[in-house]
């Protein structure tokens, strides 16, 4: 409320500003307009006393009146060029103060996202850690049911653990984030990240094809794993049950394609850049039934400016999202055999 009265505030502030101006700039022209006619009148007065004219005619056809006509219009020029720099600085005004205004309400509307988002997160799995060993103390369990709860228990601490490493390193890329660059098999970072997402999430399907070769690529290994496993993360959370993803490398002329696909709700056109944004989420977190603080592309982005390269968020075919990663194919060369090596 109090920023809706703020907003109320200031048009009426910049309306009123604007008539003032408008009214200031009509008493200038009237004010230019009879000083012109008084001077211009004196001068004909002061011509005719002398002789030098006998006729308005004469008056108007005179270098006086010329002169008088000149400064005149010179005045009018000024006071328009004033209004215009005026208006074009107020309207610039406006234009930066309403996108100041904007950027704080969408981030504003993003932290709160993200604090009843991350509460929400860090409070889930403790919670169910807590139950987990308040049962085991409080009650004596057969060899099945202990090992159930100690799985669920291990799933709980492996969440909290991802959404702690995943907050460290959002804060850690705004400001000491740098590749460590090494030759890795992209294939094989790719077909290790998924196995550990199929021992994570055994109800999914992933599937892994690729058009590349036998090549390194001069890459940060943590950065790479970080992107693959949050663009994963993300597939099968916003899938349905038992949902499919594929996994996709291809190379163009000049871009190395790393390509997530999913089938499920897809993200809209419209948001497709905000959801880079770190906090941002798409809908409202008091109404949303799936997990995440909204770090996990705006994670994967950063990665990726870091490497050179940018991301891709398309439609997928039936439904779904694509989002394709692109690093500049200078970063991959090819692996050389043993026998070549020799």
Request: hydrophobic share 40%; proline share 3%.
């Amino acid at each position: 409320m109090g920023n809706r009265n703020m907003r109320l505030l200031s048009n009426v502030v910049i309306a009123y500003m604007l008539l003032a101006f408008a009214w200031w700039s009509v008493l200038l022209f009237t004010k230019n307009k009879d000083a012109f006619r008084a001077k211009s009148e004196y001068a004909q007065l002061v011509m005719v006393a002398e002789g030098s004219i006998s006729t308005k005619e004469e008056f108007l056809d005179s270098k006086e009146y010329e002169d008088l006509y000149q400064k005149y219009r010179r005045q009018e020029w000024m006071i328009l060029g004033e209004a215009a720099v005026f208006i074009i600085s107020l309207v610039i005004g406006i234009y930066l103060i309403n996108r100041g205004y904007r950027k704080e309400m969408n981030l504003a509307h993003q932290r709160r996202n993200f604090l009843l988002s991350i509460t929400h997160e860090l409070k889930s799995p403790i919670a169910s850690l807590k139950l987990i060993l308040e049962t085991f103390k409080k009650r004596r369990l057969n060899e099945q049911k202990f090992l159930e709860l100690s799985d669920n228990g291990i799933h709980e601490a492996e969440r909290l653990n991802d959404l702690v490493n995943n907050l460290l390193l959002a804060a850690k890329l705004e400001t000491a984030y740098e590749p460590v660059p090494e030759d890795l098999d992209l294939n094989e970072v790719c077909e290790e990240t998924l196995e550990r997402m199929r021992n994570k999430h055994p109800f999914a399907l992933f599937s892994f094809s690729t058009e590349i070769g036998p090549h390194f690529i001069n890459a940060d290994r943590f950065g790479l794993e970080s992107i693959l496993t949050n663009l994963l993360e993300n597939a099968v959370k916003y899938s349905p049950d038992s949902p499919k993803i594929e996994c996709h490398l291809r190379t163009d002329p000049v871009n190395l394609i790393l390509s997530v696909s999913d089938h499920g709700l897809g993200i809209p056109v419209e948001e497709r850049t905000k959801v880079l944004e770190r906090f941002y989420r798409v809908g409202d977190e008091r109404t949303r039934t799936t997990k995440g603080t909204g770090l996990g592309l705006y994670i994967v982005n950063q990665i990726i400016k870091a490497h050179k390269g940018s991301i891709r968020i398309l439609d997928n075919e039936p439904t779904g999202t694509k989002i394709e990663i692109l690093l500049p194919i200078s970063l991959l060369r090819k692996r050389e055999s043993k026998r070549e090596q020799a």
